[in-house]
């Protein structure tokens, strides 16, 4: 939302102007000229052109912005007109929720077949439509992974994931299991840092199977190794869609990733490496 020049929220604060209580909304950020202040931001006097990120119900959203002496609304998501369009499905969605996850803990059946039930039974009972499904698919990742299958197979076919296989095992040496898993761990979580992780993890699992195969050791903990390795991809902007959306909004710069990101990676990989092997003997 943008502060107008009549708004009657000109030199008032988020507090002062009691968004949160008489609107149920919550001021996250300012953004005045290129500057994003995300600090005391209910303290902020509001100024002409301000830029505000808020969050709230729709209705709350939809009213305040109806009123050009407030704020004017400048952009909302495309899914805005069909937000919680069959509501009373709610409880369906929930019960096949709950009904898929304990399938798949269970075991009774795979957990693809107990994807493909909840998926059934979320369009038998109403809960979507084709149009919804359809427009919910995020095309550019599958695009991506069905791109990176073939290279995979490639490498596997060529003798590529036996050379990388070899050249972490010749690195490692007679080190110990849980050493070897950290070798693993650092390398695709490197390899995040650059390429999209569900691609990392399409690259790297036949070379974690490959190793555990050669070192004779459990390839459960050497998959769930990559799948997690995978996962710590908040070290740079561009390792995830999810951390290049919030750079603009948060105001953040290449080095706050790196500097709040490798901790992270590195508390990570500890943890994988201490618990993995616990669950997974090697």
């Known amino acids: 939302m943008i502060v107008p020049m009549n708004s009657r929220l000109?030199?008032?604060?988020?507090?002062?102007?009691?968004?949160r209580a008489s609107h149920k909304l919550a001021v996250l950020g300012v953004k005045r000229g290129k500057t994003a202040e995300v600090k005391r931001v209910e303290e902020v006097k509001f100024q002409v052109g301000d830029t505000l990120l808020v969050a709230g119900p729709w209705s709350?959203?939809?009213?305040?912005g109806s009123d050009p002496g407030r704020l004017i609304l400048l952009d909302l998501p495309a899914e805005f007109d069909d937000v919680a369009p069959t509501a009373s499905r709610a409880p369906f969605a929930i019960a096949t929720l709950l009904l898929t996850i304990a399938m798949m803990v269970s075991g009774v059946v795979s957990n693809v077949h107990a994807a493909l039930i909840?998926?059934?039974?979320?369009?038998?009972?109403?809960?979507?439509?084709l149009r919804s499904a359809y427009r919910s698919i995020h095309w550019p990742s599958l695009v991506l992974i069905v791109g990176m299958l073939p290279f995979s197979l490639a490498l596997q076919r060529t003798g590529g994931v036996d050379l990388a296989a070899d050249i972490l095992a010749a690195v490692a040496g007679d080190a110990n299991p849980r050493l070897i898993l950290a070798a693993l761990f650092a390398v695709t979580a490197i390899l995040g840092m650059f390429i999209s992780n569900t691609a990392v993890a399409v690259l790297m699992a036949p070379v974690a199977l490959a190793l555990a195969e050669e070192l004779h050791a459990s390839p459960h903990a050497f998959a769930m190794t990559v799948a997690l390795g995978a996962s710590t991809a908040f070290m740079t902007p561009v390792s995830s869609p999810?951390?290049?959306l919030v750079v603009g909004p948060g105001g953040y710069r290449f080095g706050d990733f790196v500097r709040i990101g490798t901790p992270l990676a590195v508390m990570a990989l500890v943890v994988t490496v201490v618990l993995v092997p616990l669950v997974y003997p090697v």
Do not use: E, P, Q, Y
């Open 118 to 129: 909840g998926s059934l039974l979320l369009g038998a009972t109403g809960c979507i439509d």
């Open 10 to 19: 000109v030199g008032a604060s988020a507090r002062h102007a009691r968004l």
């Open 242 to 244: 999810v951390n290049a």
């Open 60 to 64: 709350a959203i939809r009213a305040l």
